[in-house]
């Protein structure tokens, strides 16, 4: 049984994973961070921690505290900012939910966050998690950012066979892709009846998707009036290769053929946000443009799931040597 402390366990993202931690039959809550709740029963997040056998749930601690306590693994959900700022424990393994270990390159954190990142020196020791691209290595783990997730899904096993420098990402994502933190963008009334790109050209996940494929896209992210749930449109083409749509779910369906978590949808079947939210699972659909003689690749998850809390939880499975989908919730219900 290993031990697990969640910092910032009352955002989306940390509310999440001690979800996903409370049903895993190998982890073992030890420590819940929030420096907003430090001192106050596990109930003070939500009433039904104090029922359904969970009423010995320990206390809230602040967050320093709960990266700090020896836990055999840390999830680290807290701002980009906090979590660059923090020392790695000196036992243990730490899943940073944040961008703040993205990239070994500390130039970026200036140009595309915002901050001189404060530890430059360590930021090689963090492996990234996308288990489906690669399995995470050592005990320091940057989970990938949600938008990077369904793009890199969609694009990754056929980056080879499309001509870069002409993949367009158009992805849009409910509202708690933005977090808890409030500000004018997240309130009822601009989002409801409302679809608003932002961060248009900037936005953090656009360096992180090419530094993985290696080369850039044309990435724009749209706000939905829906809590959860993440869809990437992805067009390309692949003219040079002679390659058509039908080639390229080809090669998605031999990477993703042994997947629990990745589906390539049967053929005219497009991916959809009902099938995916509340899940870990994604889903990618393949088409052909007949217009143009392009593809049109779609990828849907979970921006909580998927897109972080569950991708953590898998990142952390692979690395204690679990089955990678335990504690995960693979698959919805009709409605």
Known sequence: MATVAIAGASGYAGQETLDRVLAHPGFELYALGSDSLAGQPADALDPRLGRNGWSRMPRFITNEAALACGADVVFACLPHETAAALQPPARGIVVDLSGAHRFADPAVYEAWYGFAHPHPESLASWSYGLPELEKPVG?????????????????????????????????????????????????????????????????????????????????????????????????????????????????????????????????????????????????????????????????????????????????????????????????????
């Open 139 to 335: 005990s320091l783990v940057a989970n990938p950012g949600c938008y990077a997730t369904a793009a890199l899904l969609a694009l990754w096993p056929i980056r080879e066979a499309i001509d870069r420098g002409s993949v367009v990402v158009d992805a849009k994502s409910g509202m708690t892709g933005a977090g808890r933190t409030l500000k004018a963008s997240s309130h009822a009334g601009f989002v409801l009846e409302n679809v608003s790109p932002y961060r248009v050209g900037e936005h953090q996940h656009a360096p992180e998707i090419a530094s993985v494929l290696g080369f850039p896209v044309a990435f724009v992210p749209h706000l939905l009036p829906v809590r959860r749930g993440l869809l990437a449109t992805c067009y390309v083409r692949s003219e040079s290769a002679g390659v058509r749509a039908a080639d390229l779910r080809g090669l998605l369906e031999e990477h993703y053929v042994s997947s629990h978590v990745v589906s390539v949808l049967p053929e005219g079947i497009v991916p959809e946000l009902a099938r995916v939210t509340h899940t870990d699972s994604a889903e990618i659909g393949v088409f052909e443009d007949k217009l143009t003689g392009g593809a049109i690749v779609i990828c849907a998850l979970d921006n909580l799931g998927k897109g972080a809390a569950g991708q953590a939880v898998q990142n952390a499975n692979l690395l204690f040597g679990f089955d990678e989908t335990v504690g995960l919730r693979l698959s919805g219900v009709l409605v």
